[in-house]
Each structure stands twice: as C-alpha cells, then as structure tokens.
C-alpha cells in the first residue's frame, strides 16, 4: 500500500515566520502535489512535480515555494507565514502517466497567529 | 473560475436508502473524472472513477454515470451504510500527470 507521510499534524507558527512542511512516499511515485483544503473551496493545487528538481505552479502559487531534491520527498515552503495561510495542507502523490489516482497524506493543520 | 462544482454541500440519507451526489464540470478538456472520499483527521481516498469515453463505472455498491453532453456526473451508493459517512469530492483530469481540479465537496451523512 502506498504510503504519504506528512512530517506533522498540526503546526502554529506567527506571522512572518518560514514554515516547511515535508511530505515523504514510499512508493517510488514521479509525481508529488501540494493542495490545501478550505471550507467551501474543496482542494486548491499549489504546486505539483514531476521528478527531482522540477516543479510547476499550481492555481494558487503566490506566498508559497516548493522543493524537490530527491524523489520521495516534496517539501512546501512559506517564506513569510500570514494568517490567510491558515489551513489544511494536503500532500499527495502518483504514478507518472496520466488518471493515475492520487495517494494522500493525512494532512497538515497549519494555524498562523 | 471553479471548473469543478458541487452544489450541495449537505447531504443526509437513511441507511440503506440510496444516496446520489452530483457535480458539474466546465471544461471541455476533462477526459478522466475521480471520485473521492474524506474522513475527518484523514487524507482523501480514492473511490472510483470513469473515462470520459464510458458513461457508466461500478464498483460494488458505487457507481458513477456521467453525461458528457450536460458536462455532469454523479455518484449512487446503493445501499448506503454509516460508515459512508464523509465528504466526498468529485475531480476532473485533462490527462497531464493526474494533474486534479476538485470540486468544494459534498458532505454525506448517512442516518440509521
């Protein structure tokens, strides 16, 4: 079974702050994604990859960087945390070819103060 | 622009009952739609899904139709159990990577 790791559950961080947020699978997958999850906006893709050290915006890109320095790992970045930046953050990952599922970590709960 | 719509946010069926979420697509381009399910506390999981060139997939007690003409599918559990009890999300691919766009979700309570 495919497994998603997501380093924390539950983060608080204040405004201004760099956060990271790691993500880790298992299952040799080429492509890892950063979605966040909002009530009512279902799951925005902010980034995605699709091998080691490439990496394409999503639909909503803006305040966040992502890293891709080896194959199992993609990590999230938020260079400077504001409060808008308070949600939960899904990583997942897939096989390369196209409508290949999409495998889910349990997700990050981030609260900027 | 929300390319995937869910209109109902809230859904409550009986159990044993049938239970029937929809979701509206815009864009053309889809070629492959998932479903998928949510716990609280969990990542989503995949439910099952359906080509764009099929109008019908089923799988045990879910099946998803979809009608490419009216750019709408839904998904009938039949027959609905507690443990469905989650929010669903529909999704849209163009084929780029399974490169996802999710609906807002609909949240199924299912009632003894």
């Known amino acids: 079974d495919v497994k998603v790791t997501q380093s924390s559950r539950y983060l608080v961080k204040r405004t201004g702050e760099k956060v990271f947020l790691e993500c880790v699978q298992d299952m040799d997958h080429e492509n890892m994604f950063w979605y966040r999850q909002d009530p009512g906006l279902g799951l925005r893709l902010i980034y995605f990859s699709y091998d080691v050290k490439m990496k394409e915006k999503g639909d909503i890109p803006e305040g966040y960087s992502v890293s891709r320095e080896k194959k199992e790992r993609f990590s999230l970045i938020l260079e400077s945390a504001s409060t808008n930046q308070t949600s939960m953050y899904l990583c997942a990952s897939s096989l390369w070819q196209g409508n290949s599922p999409l495998h889910f970590g349990n997700g990050t709960r981030l609260t900027v103060t | 622009d929300q390319q995937v719509k869910q209109n109902s946010p809230s859904l409550s069926v009986q159990e044993g009952r049938i239970s029937i979420l929809n979701c509206d697509y815009t864009?053309?381009?889809?070629?492959?739609f998932l479903w998928y399910k949510k716990y609280p506390a969990e990542g989503p999981t995949f439910l099952i899904s359906?080509?764009?060139?099929?109008d019908k997939n089923e799988d045990g007690r879910f099946t998803v139709f979809l009608n490419k003409s009216a750019k709408h599918l839904s998904l009938h559990i039949v027959p609905s159990q507690p443990g469905d009890s989650a929010v669903y999300f529909c999704?849209?691919?163009?084929?780029?990577?399974?490169?996802?766009?999710f609906g807002t979700g609909t949240r199924l309570q299912v009632t003894l």
């Open positions: 864009n053309s381009m889809f070629d492959y």
């Open positions: 359906i080509s764009s060139i099929k």
């Open positions: 999704a849209g691919d163009t084929g780029t990577a399974s490169k996802l766009t």
